[in-house]
DNA sequence: GCAAAATGTTACATTTTTATTAAATCTTGT
DNA sequence: ACAAGATTTAATAAAAATGTAACATTTTGC
């Protein structure tokens, strides 16, 4: 892997300057702005880090961490916060955000470096082994477990085949559970605006359904005349 | 709203017996689980808050965690991780799959307290303003209650069931509580443009309404000369 | 209080909707 | 082109919803 490449973004201009050297004096490539906006002039996808102050004037730290965790393409950089602010809640709710761990001023550099050096550890793992393109893609209700990625169903820890369209089919009822969704509904979504089908079509793929993934089968109900749901 | 339940697990039981009490004394419903094998022997869904301890023999905690994030049913109870390892990895660690605050040991009762009515209150905004699809979709007259989305109709807690029109002619009775809705009303909007039916069609359904729905059938009130309408 | 009108109730016929099964058609990989 | 599996249709059974008629009861206007 290249050199990593980490942005400090803090308004104090000393401190920066002293993380810059520290940091590069540990091999990484450093680079700093001085506000939320400046930093989002830069081309934040090319950094494995940031080093984010949660205490600055224009767009606080919380502000922009939430704009890079929101886009996809910067989503899965790291962000470390350092804040002088030593409320708790101010601390969840970074990391609630998504930021990769938390430094309360005063700090010595030395353990900005310690956890600089933990987080980019982690974050290396997670890329190999534990983030194959993960993204929490699965949905569960108790036993019953859709892979969406792997496109696979387990009911109780074993493997249920099913078919396309069943598979899609269930998708959509579990991820509106709570919803009744009238045939119409299920169509578009699940046929999409390819080839029309009866209605009847959908039923016989609620039979396969139910009858496939056992006890659970009865949490997809029935409701005469308004269409099919999955219990919540 | 009820009285928020907790539920604690934690192998010390003295411990556990410590907090129970004070919990309580802060107005709580607590339980006790001494493993993560016993808690989820429970229903885990009527508790607001897990308090959760992540060094256990058995089931580690983070493994409980994990488990409860990835149900559906259980997926939004904030967990609070506490733990007497305070390396910052297995604090990222249980912040990551969702833990929603963290305490190391050795920590005062008092502390514990503060986080857990920070937790909750934090949760209890997250359900009023943070969910735009959850709009109004229920109706709700006391103990009678209908899931405008899941079309289904509760009495004191029971299934009812509703047929269509049945469902429809109630849902439009209640939304106009308070006002006498004469039979061309309803038939225009429950019966729609369809076919034509005899007025005795909508006493009929009346009837069948009220039988129903129990004791809240006498809210169905009849004007002679005017329709019907829903007591307010 | 009485007759007329309006509403309530019940049982039953009819229609709609849903479930199930088997067979036909379409896909896909070999 | 064949085989295996997926998908749709068709046919039928089953269940549920709905409407109507006939009659009972209540309400209304006098």
């Known amino acids: 892997m290249a050199v990593e490449r980490i942005l400090v973004v803090d308004d104090e201009e000393t401190l920066c300057e002293v993380l810059k050297l520290n940091l590069e004096n540990e091999g990484y490539d450093v680079d700093i702005a001085f506000s939320a906006e400046q930093a989002l002039t830069l081309d934040i996808t090319q950094y494995s880090l940031i080093l984010l102050d949660i205490m600055m004037g224009d767009i606080s730290g919380v502000k922009m961490a939430k704009m890079l965790k929101a886009d996809v393409n910067t989503a899965d950089i790291p962000i470390i916060f350092c804040t002088a602010r030593d409320t708790e809640d101010d601390m969840v709710m970074g990391l609630n955000i998504g930021a990769d761990d938390y430094i309360m001023k005063p700090y010595t550099i030395r353990n900005v470096i310690a956890r600089v050096k933990s987080v980019l550890r982690r974050t290396r793992n997670h890329k190999m082994c534990d983030t194959p393109a993960e993204k929490q893609n699965t949905l569960q209700v108790e036993g019953l477990k859709l892979d969406l990625e792997f496109k696979r169903c387990t009911v109780d820890g074993v493997e249920v085949k099913l078919a396309r369209k069943e598979f899609e089919l269930l998708t959509y009822l579990i991820s509106h559970r709570g919803k009744i969704l009238s045939r119409e509904?299920?169509?578009?979504?699940?046929?999409?605006?390819?080839?029309?089908?009866?209605?009847?079509?959908?039923?016989?793929?609620?039979?396969?359904?139910?009858?496939?993934?056992?006890?659970?089968?009865?949490?997809?109900?029935?409701?005469?005349?308004?269409?099919?749901?999955?219990?919540?």
Chains 1, 2 share one sequence.
């Open 185 to 232: 509904q299920i169509l578009s979504k699940v046929w999409k605006e390819e080839v029309v089908v009866l209605d009847r079509t959908i039923d016989v793929n609620i039979t396969r359904v139910r009858s496939k993934i056992g006890t659970y089968g009865s949490y997809i109900v029935t409701r005469s005349g308004f269409g099919y749901g999955f219990r919540d």
